[in-house]
């Protein structure tokens, strides 16, 4: 159909589009989406009423620009849909190419008349056309669980006819939400946390600590992979690589081995809190789950938590190790996150680390280190790489 101009329709959640922060959603998510497609052939992204729609140069952008749509957040669900004149013998001549290749035996139609001038009512429409298709394919017309069910948007402009509904990730186009600052181990948790509060809106920042050179530098190249992985998300994305070796020297030579993760910890979190100040984020996020390791018990998550002086969120908190990895599958993460690595928390701890650390010891231990001039000597020293999706995207920047 090289003489039909194509269009992806774009909907979200109706309830996110409730109340007074329906405008600034709306612009975050055309501006989202016309980042996430850039390179990809489309030409305009334009809002309606309740949707976005993108104008493709072709039919033949639909699948790259189909799996573009498919990762941002906040699109509920999207249609390939055919811009035909506002003439409705126009459109019905149209019906058998447009129903082509298509067999069922039960069908809808759903009329919504976003322009309202107008002159038929979107049930006049329904019935006009049903009567119409049943003729055309001897196909009944059955209004609920119906085989195929064949959209009409009637805009100021042109009939938007459009049938099979792609499903998205729904949540909040990311930003809308502020920014937070997420502890990203090479693991398989702390992305997957990632990618649920990027889902609900948030900017991501990164912070990968890592021992380099007492240990290779895997755990950074994973840190990478898994940061341009999430980026397809967000379009843009800091990691900042921290390096943690000589806070940990310091920590071997003072405490015992079994504090020395939940001071680890300590010190991750200040640099973290630190980083995420500088760049405005408001929260900091990790992949730990109630229970999973020694380190994840309540004892010492309230440990750690006192080191902070910004919210520590944990998506996972009570999610079961299956559940997570289900869902580092599903986006993707996965492979990258069981790649073997040498990662800094395994470096100098005990088979038996403390499951209920005492914050009086904590303190105690942590008087004998010079805990602000580590925690500065860490700042200085770490490097920031800066991630840009997709490809074509970064070359305008
Ligand atoms: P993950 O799969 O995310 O590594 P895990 O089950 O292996 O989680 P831990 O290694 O105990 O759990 O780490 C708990 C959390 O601490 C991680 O989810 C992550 O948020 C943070 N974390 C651990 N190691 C690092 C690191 N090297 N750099 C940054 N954050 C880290
Ligand atoms: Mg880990």
Known sequence: MEDIKIHAIVKTHELALKGKNRPWFMRKLVDNLRQSTKG????????????????????????????????????????????LPRDVDGLKARMFQLL??????????????????FPMTSQELNRDLGAFVKDLTGAQVKLKDPDICIYVEITPTSFLVYFDEVK????????????????????????????????????????HFHSYPLVDRTSIEKAGDLVEHLTRHQYESNLYLAPLAEIQKKIILSAPPSYRIVLYRRFMVRITEALAKKHRAQAIITGESCGQVASQTLENIAVVD?????????????????EI?????????????????????SLFVPKHPETKADLGTVLRLEADLSVAELVQDALDNTERRHFASPEAAALDR
Do not use: H
């Open 40 to 83: 990809s052939g489309v030409e305009r992204v334009w809002q309606g009423q309740l949707m976005v729609g993108l104008t493709l140069s072709g039919e033949e952008c639909w699948p790259e620009v189909k799996s573009r749509i498919r990762d941002v957040f906040g699109v509920a669900k999207f249609y390939k849909a055919y811009d």
């Open 168 to 207: 998205a990730y729904g949540g909040l186009p990311v930003g809308v939400s502020g920014k937070v600052a997420v502890m990203l181990s090479g693991g398989i948790d702390s992305p997957v946390a990632a990618w649920q509060m990027m889902k609900r809106g948030c900017q991501a920042m990164f912070v």
């Open 306 to 322: 006192q080191s902070a002086g910004m919210p520590i969120l944990r998506p996972f908190i009570g999610s079961n190790k299956e």
């Open 100 to 117: 082509e290749g298509r067999s069922f035996t039960s069908f809808r139609i759903t009329t919504n008349r976003a322009d309202k001038r």
């Open 325 to 345: 990895v289900n869902m580092a599958q599903a986006i993707g993460t996965f492979p990258i996150s069981i790649l073997p690595d040498q990662d800094c928390c």
